[in-house]
Every structure is written in structure tokens, then in C-alpha cells.
């Protein structure tokens, strides 16, 4: 134990230093840090809503939107099973939330209802003798079906909002269509639009190459086909595509920014079993016609099928830049809204404790942590220094890896780290009580110290490793503050056991080696 080597003296000096370079800026006045160079570290703790407030917004499902996207869907998917069976028909406008069809041929009916029978739960589907047929989708179905997109749109908020999961915001349903969405720190709520403004609806459709751009513009569009802006670089202003969805978004397992042949920043991507095998037979049966990608409304890429892709994976070039490449694969990655949102209100929310409840926490700490430090030097002495050497590098390292992190700190995440505090110096009183003990039976100071260390260790890493699983369970089925509180406990975990084990035992072999003592002042 007393071999501690000129490496491991270097490493614990540089993890040391490192956790004091990433906790440095919160020293350092906002504006400050972040007008410090690209190379140095300039994240700050981000404060809770109990802390600092931060942007709230109360955002509303478009059911108008929602209710025409699932008639558009059901009525390709009536499509393609008839299309399947050879059986004809044709769309003769939708009223309200009722698609009319008229069968090609009346004698199908019967065929027709048995194919169509287990389709759209959601959906009353009543097919006519006379080769009449209507799609209707129910109250029931439509309130099911806006509770699913909103608990869908949940998923993809937070996952766009709070990739990591250490920034903590409040994503919540009120009502039937609403969604409340609360993220601390952000001074205003034009940045939490742009980041969850954008649906991402990736769709591909067929191009219609045998279509006029001019005659579709003046109103001649042929039946089962649409006009759509293009934003893909090639020039043309807009593409008639066939209505048809091919493959969606839904299916995509990730994507990522990347680059093409030429260099230029593109979209890699790659399908779940279900989008590659779609792929597969859309490309296989289309080779040499052009495949339109289309993100909410917009042709970002028309490539021609050169050759059937059936590997799941694929590219999607533009007009990228780097950084549009990059919140183009973010957003991808998250999934698409199931439907547009619409804000209902904005505003920036305060602290909800009080600036007085902020300042009296602060005094609390400030002196709970003298307290410590001075307990500690009147029991153990020079060990005890040691040990608030140690502690204070201990919360040092700690607001590092929070501001590393960007995990958001609330008032239960304080709790977490006094927590972790007192658990920092439990485990030094342990090992300075066990060389105490050692010392009265006897044994010389290097033997007591090398004693004390090894044989503390056990208890200590019991004591440390089922607090660690209480606080990753905390992180990650919890939410909210009870998900701070597990974060900066399982960080102040692995620091106090670092400062604990490695940097006093470090301190006090330095010591050993230099003075020598006959006696222990512990």
C-alpha cells in the first residue's frame, strides 16, 4: 500500500485536475464562460425550475391534422390490401371522417367485407350491395387514437429535449390534447420551439414522371397523385409525387450525419426489419424510376433507383450543411411527431423557491460543510486534514462532472450531494477509526496506516455499491426530481470513493514517506 508510484501519484493528480477545469466556469459570470475559446471548458450547472426558472409551454395536438393524416393512411392501406386481392376501387371523396369508395365491380362485396374485416379497430367499415363502400372512423377510435399520439408525442419530446436524461424538464399531459412542457434554464421559449417546433415526417412516395409540374399547378393533377415543394438542391421548384406512402419514418431503427461521395454533409440511415424488407420490395419493383424523400411536406431528395437496395440502409443528400445534417439525424433519431403542436401559451417561469429559501440553503451548506472540516480536524488531526483535502475535492470533482454532464441541479439534487458528503466522510472516519485501532494493538505507523486502508476497504465498497444501486434505480425509474436526486448521488458515489480511497490514502503515504514519524497523530 505504501508503493504508491510516480503514475499513479500522476493520475490521481490529473483526474484531479480535470474535475477542477470542468467545475471551474461556475465561477466565472454566464456571459463569461461562454465567450471562453472552443478548446476550454465552458458549461455551467444548469439550475433546476425550483432553482432558476426556465421556458414553459402548453402546446395543443392539431386534430384536424391528426384526423385527415389517419383517414390518408387508411384509405392506402384499403388500397393496397384490394390492390392485392385484384380487386378494384376507387376513392370518391372523404366528408368529415368518412373515405367513400365505389367498387369497380358490385359483385365483390362479399370479398370485400371478409378481406376488410380485421383492419382499423378505430374504423366502422360498411360495404353496400350495390358496390358502395364507407370507411368511418369512430368517437371511440378517435379518442383512443389521440391518446396514443400523445403519449407517442411524449416519447419523441423528451427524447429531443432531454437526449441524455440528466436535464430533467417537465413534459406532462393535461386534457385530452394538451401537453405542458417546462425546461429549466432557457431565458426565453423561441429556443424550446426550435427544438421541438419541427415534425420530422419522413415519408417516401414514387415520383410521377409522367405528370406536368405546369398542368398540376394550374389544377390538372391526376388522380392519386400531389404537388409538393422541393427543397433538395436539383433546381426545381416542385415535384407530382403519387400519394402513396411507400415507407415512413415510423420504420427507420437510426440514423446518423455522414457525408456523400462528393463530400457534401448528407443523412445516413438505416431500417428495422420491417422498413428493409418494405424497402426492398418498393426499390426491387421500381428500378429506374425516381423515389422521392419527403420531410413534413417538402422533397429534400429525389434519387433515381439505379439497382434494388435491400440492405435497410440508405443516404438521403441535399442542401445540407454540417450542422443542418446533424439536427436533421437528431431529429430522426427522436422520431417524428404523430402530429403537428400547436402553442397555446409561452411565457418563462421563476424560481419556485423564494430568493430568500435559495440563500438560506446556501448558508446551510456553507456551514454544514465547516462543521465537517473542523470535526474532522479536532478528531483525527493531520489525517483529518487530509480528509478535508479530500472532501473538498470531493464536491469539486462533482460540480465538474455535473457541468460536464449538463445534468440539471435541483433542490433534491442538493439533498443528493450533502448526502454524499457524509457518506465521503464515513468512509475516512472508518479507515482512520481502523488505524486508530491498530495503532493500540501495537503495530508500527506504516504497518497501521497499510492496515487500516486495506482492511476498511471492504466495508467501505459494501456500504458504497448498495447505495450506488439504490441511485441508478432512482435515475433510471424515476423521473423528475426523484431522477436528480439519483444522478447526483450516483455521482458523488464514484467521487467520494476516488477522493476517499485514492487521493487520502495518496496524501498520507506522501506524508509517511517525507516525515517518518515514530507515532501516528490521529
Excluded at 17 to 36: C, H, I, K, Q, T
Excluded at 439 to 455: D, I, K, Q, S
Amino acid at each position: 500500500m505504501l508503493d504508491f508510484p510516480a503514475w499513479k501519484i500522476w493520475l490521481v493528480a490529473g483526474i484531479c485536475a480535470l474535475g477542477a477545469l470542468f467545475a471551474a466556469p461556475n465561477l466565472l459570470p454566464r456571459d463569461v464562460a461562454e465567450s471562453l475559446p472552443g478548446w476550454m471548458p465552458n458549461q455551467q450547472i444548469a439550475l433546476g425550475l425550483d432553482l432558476s426558472g426556465g421556458a414553459h409551454l402548453l402546446l395543443e395536438i392539431d386534430e384536424d391534422v391528426y384526423v385527415s393524416d389517419r383517414l390518408m393512411t387508411m384509405e392506402s392501406d384499403i388500397r393496397r390490401i384490394l390492390r392485392t386481392e385484384r380487386i378494384g376501387v376507387r376513392v370518391l371523396g372523404t366528408q368529415d371522417m368518412t373515405i367513400n369508395f365505389a367498387l369497380r365491380d358490385a359483385a365483390d362485396a362479399e370479398a370485400v367485407r371478409e378481406e376488410l374485416s380485421g383492419i382499423g379497430e378505430d374504423f366502422l367499415i360498411v360495404v353496400n350491395e350495390d358496390g358502395t363502400m364507407t370507411a368511418t372512423m369512430t368517437e371511440q377510435g378517435l379518442t383512443a387514437g389521440l391518446s396514443d399520439a400523445i403519449e407517442r408525442t411524449l416519447e419523441v419530446l423528451r427524447d429531443r429535449i432531454d437526449p441524455t436524461g440528466v436535464l430533467e424538464p417537465i413534459i406532462t399531459r393535461q386534457g385530452r390534447d394538451r401537453i405542458l412542457v417546462q425546461v429549466p434554464g432557457l431565458d426565453n421559449t423561441e429556443e424550446l420551439k426550435i427544438r421541438i417546433g419541427q415534425t420530422a415526417k419522413l415519408t417516401f412516395h414514387l415520383v410521377d414522371d409522367e405528370a406536368s409540374v405546369s398542368s398540376a399547378q394550374e389544377g390538372s393533377l391526376p388522380l392519386g397523385s400531389e404537388i409538393m415543394p422541393a427543397h433538395d438542391g436539383s433546381g426545381a421548384e416542385f415535384y407530382v409525387l403519387r400519394s402513396e406512402v411507400l415507407v415512413s419514418g415510423e420504420n427507420l431503427a437510426d440514423a446518423a450525419s455522414s457525408f456523400d461521395q462528393s463530400g457534401n454533409p448528407a443523412v445516413s440511415f438505416n431500417f428495422d426489419s420491417i422498413g428493409s424488407s418494405r424497402f426492398c420490395e418498393v426499390t426491387t419493383a421500381n428500378v429506374g424510376r425516381r423515389l422521392a424523400i419527403v420531410l413534413d411536406g417538402e422533397v429534400i431528395s429525389a434519387p433515381r433507383i439505379n439497382s434494388p437496395i435491400c440492405g435497410g440502409n440508405g443516404i438521403i443528400t441535399g442542401s445540407f450543411s454540417t450542422a443542418g445534417a446533424e439536427e436533421l439525424a437528431i431529429l430522426l433519431r427522436a422520431g417524428a411527431l404523430p402530429v403537428p403542436l400547436d402553442v397555446v401559451e409561452e411565457r418563462t417561469v421563476g424560481p419556485t423557491l423564494g430568493a430568500d429559501s435559495i440563500q438560506a440553503g446556501k448558508v446551510a451548506s456553507a456551514i454544514g460543510f465547516a462543521a465537517v472540516i473542523i470535526f474532522m480536524t479536532i478528531c483525527y488531526g493531520r489525517f483529518g486534514l487530509f480528509a478535508n483535502v479530500a472532501l473538498f475535492m470531493n464536491l469539486v470533482m462533482i460540480m465538474g462532472a455535473l457541468s460536464f454532464l449538463q445534468a440539471t441541479l435541483t433542490l433534491p439534487g442538493i439533498a443528493g450531494i450533502v448526502l454524499t458528503v457524509g457518506m465521503a466522510v464515513d468512509a475516512n472516519v472508518l479507515i482512520f477509526e481502523r488505524i486508530r485501532e491498530e495503532v493500540r494493538n501495537g503495530r508500527t505507523p506504516y504497518n497501521a496506516v497499510e492496515v487500516g486502508f486495506t482492511r476498511a476497504m471492504t466495508t467501505i465498497f459494501d456500504a458504497n455499491f448498495t447505495t450506488a444501486v439504490a441511485a441508478l434505480l432512482l435515475f433510471f425509474l424515476g423521473s423528475g426530481p426523484v431522477r436528480g436526486f439519483g444522478a447526483t448521488l450516483a455521482i458523488g458515489i464514484v467521487t467520494s470513493m476516488f477522493t476517499a480511497i485514492m487521493l487520502t490514502r495518496m496524501l498520507a503515504v506522501l506524508w509517511l514517506k517525507r516525515s517518518r514519524p515514530t507515532a501516528l497523530p490521529i
